[in-house]
C-alpha cells in the first residue's frame, strides 16, 4: 500500500494520521475510530474532494468529517487555495429545474447535529472549564484533587458531597460522561490525570462563545478562593497567600546516615509572640448551596478559620506571630509556624469511593509524608441505602482499623457535620491553651531539603524529645506538594502499594531490601529463566523477607503475586 505521502487522499489521509498518533499517545479511546478511519482511507482507490464524502468509507463519521472540514478551510486559508465545494451545493447546482408539482411539495431540510455545549454551571461545564486553565499543547494535565480545585468555583453542585445527602452521586459524576464522548482523557497510573481532547478543546471554546454571548460569567477556575481576613481579622493580601506556593525548599541530597543531617541553631518565637489559629481548606463544603456553613458555624462557635487551599489535610492548625516580620527578621519566611496536628476529614460515601480508586492510600501516603505527628481522622456518618451500605461495611470497617493500628492515626466517627464542627472547635481551644503559654523552636527553611525533611524529623524527635521543633508555612506547603517533593523511593513506594495485600509496611520492607524499582526488576532478572528461573522468582519477596511476622509477614501467594508484575512470570 502506498504510503500517505503518494495517496490519492494524500492531506486527508496525514491528518487523520496526525490525529491517530495523539490519540495513541493519550492512550485515548478515538484510537479505534483514528485506525479505522485511516486503514480505510488508505486503502480507498476513490478521490476525494471534500471530508464530506468520506461518511461512506468505515470510520469517518460527521463528527470526523466536521474536523477534517475545518482543517481543510484553514489548509486553504493559508495557503491561498480554494476551499471544494460541497457536494450538497455542486447536486443542488447541477440538478434539473423542479417541475410544478415537485416545487409544491415542502422541502425537508436536512437536521444538523446539535454541537454538544454542556448546562451552564453544571458538573460537565466546570469539569471542561476547570481543564481549559491548562495550555492547550499540554500533555501533563490535572489529578483529581487539582481538578476539582478548578472546577468547584464553576459548579453549582459539589463535586465531594452529594447534593442529596440519601444519594451518593456528586458532581464528579459527570467525568464518566465526558470520557464516554471522548472530551476528556484520563492516564498515568496508580495517580491519573484528566486532560481536554481536541474536541474538548473545542467544546471549551463554544462554552466560552456562549457564555459570553449571553452575559453569564467563568469564575477564574485556575486559581482557588482565597480569604479575606485571617482568625484575629487581619487582611490578607492576594500576593502572601500566593506566595505559600513557591517552592522555598530545595530537593538536596539524599540523606543515608546521621551525619549528613544539617545542624542549625532554632529560631525561637517566645510565648505571647503569637496566636494558634485554624486553618480550613477552601474544599470543605456541606452541599452546593451551603458552601459557607462550616466556616460559619466555626465562627459562630468562637473560631474563626482561615479559609486557605491546603497542599495536605483538611484543616490543620498554625501559630501566627503578632508581629508579621519576626521570621523574616530572623532568616525565616512568611509569618505562620506549622503545629503538630492536622485533620483529614471523610464523608462515609467519600470514604467509600476513596477506597475504591485508591485515593484512600495515596492520602495516608500524604498524611505520613508530611512529618506531622497527631493525625486525626473523622469519619462523618450520613444517611445511605441499605444497600450500597451492607455490599462496603466490611471494607470501611478494615479501612479505618488499618488508620487505626497500621498507621498510627486516631480516629473519631461523627454522626454529622455540626458534630464535626464542635469537636473542631474543642480541638482548637484545647490547642491555644496548650502552645500559647510556651516557646515555639522553628527548624530555619536554609538547612532543610525534600530529602532530609522526615529524617532530621525523626533525628530530633529521639534525640530532642523535650524539645518539639516546627518549620514555617511556606516550607511546609512546599515540602508537601505532590508536585515538588516526590523522591524515587515516594514512587518506588507508591508503585509497589498498587498491588492488592501489598500494604505500606510490606512495601517500605521490600524498598528497604531493593533500594530502587531498576534494583529490584534487576533481581528478578537475575533468577534466571526457564522452570527454574520461574520458581526463583515466585519465591524471591517470601524467601528474602521470610523472617518478617505479624503484618509484614509475606506468604507465598502474595509473593507470587508480586512476581507476576515485576517478574514478568
Known sequence: MAEPEESTNAQFLAWVKEWLDVARERNSKGVTTYKNAYDSLKACPMTFEHPSELQQLRGFGPKLCERLEEKLKKHCEENGLSMPEHPQVRRARNAPEATAEDSSKPKRKPRQPKSYVPTYRSGAFALIVGLSCLPEDSLNGMTKAELIEAAQPNCDSSFTAPSDPTKFYTAWSSMKTLLQKELIYEHGRPLRRYALTDEGWDVAKRIKDTTEKSGRSISAANMPALPTTGGDGSSFAAEEQTSNRVDVVADGEAVTDPDGLPQFTPIVIPPGEFTVELLLDV????????????????????????????????????????????????????????????????????????????????????????????????????????????????????????????????????????????????????????????????????????????????????????????????????LASKSETMTLRDVFLKMLMTTRGLTGERALEIQRKW???????????????????????????????????????????????????????
Not at 503538630?340 to 464523608?347: F, L
Not at 502552645?435 to 523552636?441: D, F, I, R, T, V
Not at 526488576?521 to 519477596?541: F, H, N, T, W
Request: some cysteine; charged content about 30%; aromatic content about 8%.
Open 515 to 569: 533500594k530502587t524499582p531498576h534494583g529490584f526488576i534487576k533481581a528478578y532478572q537475575e533468577c534466571g529463566s526457564g522452570e527454574q528461573g520461574k520458581k526463583r522468582k515466585i519465591d524471591l519477596v517470601s524467601g528474602e523477607l521470610g523472617h518478617l511476622v505479624g503484618r509484614k509477614k509475606f506468604t507465598k501467594s502474595l509473593s507470587q503475586k508480586i512476581a507476576e508484575i515485576w517478574g514478568d512470570v
Open 283 to 478: 474544599r470543605e463544603v456541606r452541599a452546593k448551596k451551603d458552601r459557607d456553613y462550616m466556616q460559619e458555624e466555626l465562627s459562630k462557635q468562637g473560631v474563626d478559620p482561615i479559609m486557605r487551599s491546603l497542599e495536605v489535610g483538611d484543616a490543620q492548625w498554625v501559630a501566627r506571630c503578632k508581629n508579621p516580620t519576626y521570621l523574616a527578621d530572623h532568616g525565616a519566611e512568611g509569618e505562620e509556624v506549622v503545629l503538630d496536628w492536622i485533620v483529614e476529614r471523610k464523608r462515609l460515601d467519600d470514604l467509600i469511593g476513596s477506597i475504591k480508586d485508591g485515593r484512600f492510600h495515596e492520602q495516608k501516603f500524604r498524611l505520613k509524608r508530611s512529618g506531622i505527628q497527631n493525625v486525626i481522622y473523622i469519619i462523618e456518618e450520613i444517611t445511605m441505602d441499605s444497600a450500597t451500605h451492607s455490599r462496603y461495611e466490611e471494607s470501611v470497617q478494615t479501612a479505618i482499623a488499618s488508620t487505626q493500628v497500621v498507621n498510627g492515626y486516631f480516629v473519631k466517627r461523627t454522626l454529622k457535620m455540626d458534630d464535626t464542627i464542635k469537636y473542631l472547635t474543642r480541638i482548637t481551644k484545647m490547642l491555644k491553651r496548650k502552645y500559647e503559654g510556651q516557646s515555639l523552636h522553628v527548624i530555619p527553611t536554609s538547612v532543610l531539603t525534600a530529602q532530609n525533611y522526615i529524617p532530621l524529623l525523626e533525628h530530633l524527635r529521639e534525640h530532642k524529645p523535650t524539645i518539639s521543633h516546627y518549620v514555617t508555612y511556606p516550607a511546609f506547603s512546599s
